[in-house]
């Protein structure tokens, strides 16, 4: 049997990186995966930080150009195409299950580009104004933990769906992965936590109690955004993390 097999589940799944086979995908194991969601995320930040050495005697605009780039490349744009779909249905002027269905299409609407350009502008601009290093690092940690309390407070409004299948799963690797945030970025980690769970409760608002994981995938990128804003607003104030 492969070792680490939930790792590399989460991995293959939140990231266009090379894993092992890990041939079907059984029953569970989504929901087993979810608890290396944060291990996913340094491993992601471990690859920004590299891209951001690398390109660090380049003006910050093209060199934050090229960090974001990277970000979207090694998700896949999977989080992002998340956001994308939930501005369409949650900002839309319908009732719940209208904006279930579409959630459900795979079309882009005014919403989406809007929300897209708006978002990529800010992440841009809060890359390049230089958060630091460990803010590069950490943020796409809290993100993907910030994320698992999601899962178990609010119910799948969509049965079945990949976002559905990695609800329920134990905390206890995600908690270890992610406590150096408590250590090494507390106020951040904290704005960005508080931000995820606003967002998570309006969102099954709008979806009429439940999430799905396009809903998901806009909160890792938002949480993301919050805490690049959060740790700007730190340096600002003279405050280190």
Same mark, same amino acid.
């Given at each position: 049997?492969?070792?680490?097999?939930?790792?590399?589940?989460?991995?293959?799944?939140?990231?266009?990186?090379?894993?092992?086979?890990?041939?079907?995908?059984?029953?569970?194991?989504?929901?087993?995966?979810?608890?290396?969601?944060?291990?996913?995320?340094?491993?992601?930040?471990?690859?920004?930080?590299?891209?951001?050495?690398?390109?660090?005697?380049?003006?910050?605009?093209?060199?934050?150009?090229?960090?974001?780039?990277?970000?979207?490349?090694?998700?896949?744009?999977?989080?992002?195409?998340?956001?994308?779909?939930?501005?369409?249905?949650?900002?839309?002027?319908?009732?719940?299950?209208?904006?279930?269905?579409?959630?459900?299409?795979?079309?882009?609407?005014?919403?989406?580009?809007?929300?897209? %350009?708006?978002? !990529?502008? &800010?992440?841009?601009?809060?890359? @390049? $104004?230089?958060? *630091?290093? +460990? /803010? =590069?690092?950490? #943020?796409?940690?809290?993100?993907?933990?910030?994320?698992?309390?999601?899962?178990?407070?609010?119910?799948?409004?969509?049965?079945?769906?990949?976002?559905?299948?990695?609800?329920?799963?134990?905390?206890?690797?995600?908690?270890?992965? %992610?406590?150096? !945030?408590? &250590?090494?970025?507390?106020?951040? @980690? $904290?704005?960005? *936590?508080? +931000? /995820? =769970?606003?967002? #998570?409760?309006?969102?099954?608002?709008?979806?009429?109690?439940?999430?799905?994981?396009?809903?998901?995938?806009?909160?890792?990128?938002?949480?993301?955004?919050?805490?690049?804003?959060?740790?700007?607003?730190?340096?600002?104030?003279?405050?280190?993390?």
């Amino acid at each position: 049997m492969l070792r680490f097999r939930p790792f590399w589940l989460a991995l293959g799944f939140l990231t266009t990186l090379p894993v092992p086979d890990v041939g079907e995908v059984r029953p569970g194991e989504r929901r087993a995966a979810s608890a290396y969601y944060p291990l996913v995320g340094w491993v992601v930040g471990a690859v920004l930080v590299a891209v951001a050495a690398l390109v660090r005697a380049w003006p910050p605009g093209l060199a934050a150009a090229l960090v974001l780039a990277a970000w979207l490349a090694v998700t896949g744009m999977l989080h992002f195409d998340g956001l994308l779909d939930s501005a369409d249905a949650l900002l839309a002027p319908r009732a719940p299950a209208e904006r279930l269905q579409i959630l459900a299409d795979l079309h882009h609407g005014s919403f989406a580009l809007g929300v897209g %350009a708006v978002f !990529l502008i &800010l992440k841009w601009q809060a890359i @390049a $104004a230089g958060p *630091g290093v +460990w /803010a =590069l690092a950490l #943020a796409p940690v809290a993100a993907r933990f910030w994320v698992l309390p999601l899962f178990a407070l609010f119910p799948a409004a969509r049965p079945g769906g990949l976002g559905a299948n990695a609800r329920g799963g134990s905390w206890g690797w995600g908690l270890l992965f %992610a406590a150096p !945030l408590a &250590l090494l970025a507390p106020g951040p @980690a $904290a704005a960005a *936590g508080a +931000w /995820a =769970l606003g967002f #998570a409760f309006w969102s099954s608002r709008r979806l009429g109690g439940g999430l799905t994981g396009d809903v998901y995938g806009a909160a890792i990128e938002t949480t993301e955004l919050v805490f690049l804003l959060a740790a700007l607003l730190w340096r600002v104030g003279g405050m280190t993390f």
